[in-house]
Antibody, heavy 120, light 106 residues
Framework: QVQLVQSGGDVVQPGRSLRLSCAASGFTFSSYAMHWVRQAPGKGLEWVAVISYDGSNKLYADSVRGRFTISRDNSKNTVYLQMNSLRGEDTAVYYC?????????????WGQGTLVTVSS | DIQMTQSPSTLSASVGDRVTITCRASQSFSSWLAWYQQKPGKAPKLLIYKASSLESGVPSRFSGSGSGTEYTLTISSLQPDDLATYYCQHYNSYSVFGQGTKLEIK
């Protein structure tokens, strides 16, 4: 069965960095785009970033562009989100999610979520 | 940019009721609309994609419809397990979520 297992959430100070990981299993990871979606406490869902199946294309939400970097290692079935210059407004539960259809940003499987808290 | 507005924001209904949640878009688009269910403390779960296609494994009491700027999620007979917040999402090579509808069981 498809599983996405996340790690890396933590409490960090503003301006610092953090890397999230999402390990996939149960499907051919290298065939699917992968996304990150976040949810601030008590708020709705916000798409953050996408990486194509082979890592050649990456897109970001305006709110994180230039600070966050999405990457993947298809040999390890893992997608990453490197978050730099963190701000208080980045505080959220971050989810990795699979994009089932190339070019369309909807998500059929989600990780369990990992909490990132940015606070001094 | 397209904006998605869900109504109502909160909904209280009884077991067995027929429930409808509406999602309105600021601009018309062609059926690229998904619905998700998020239970407290859990990740969202895909229910419907392409406006009316039921995701595999999702109970048939869930259905989606609509076109243009107005889309609906219907639960034909509300069950206790349906307590959740529901989100619509317009997608293409981008993603825009509605603000969510919290469904409470009376």
């Amino acid at each position: 069965q498809v599983q996405l297992v996340q790690s890396g959430g933590d409490v960090v100070q503003p301006g610092r960095s953090l890397r999230l990981s999402c390990a996939a299993s149960g499907f051919t990871f290298s065939s699917y785009a992968m996304h990150w979606v976040r949810q601030a406490p008590g708020k709705g869902l916000e798409w953050v970033a996408v990486i194509s199946y082979d890592g050649s294309n990456k897109l970001y939400a305006d709110s994180v562009r230039g600070r966050f970097t999405i990457s993947r290692d298809n040999s390890k079935n893992t997608v990453y989100l490197q978050m730099n210059s963190l701000r208080g407004e980045d505080t959220a539960v971050y989810y990795c999610a699979r994009g089932p259809v190339r070019g369309f940003y909807y998500f059929d499987y989600w990780g369990q979520g990992t909490l990132v808290t940015v606070s001094s | 940019d397209i904006q998605m507005t869900q109504s109502p924001s909160t909904l209280s209904a009884s077991v067995g009721d027929r429930v409808t949640i509406t999602c309105r878009a600021s601009q018309s688009f062609s059926s690229w609309l998904a619905w998700y269910q998020q239970k407290p403390g859990k990740a969202p779960k895909l229910l419907i994609y392409k406006a009316s296609s039921l995701e595999s494994g999702v109970p048939s009491r869930f259905s989606g419809s609509g076109s243009g700027t107005e889309y609906t999620l219907t639960i034909s007979s509300l069950q206790p397990d349906d307590l959740a917040t529901y989100y619509c999402q317009h997608y293409n090579s981008y993603s825009v979520f509605g603000q969510g509808t919290k469904l409470e069981i009376k």
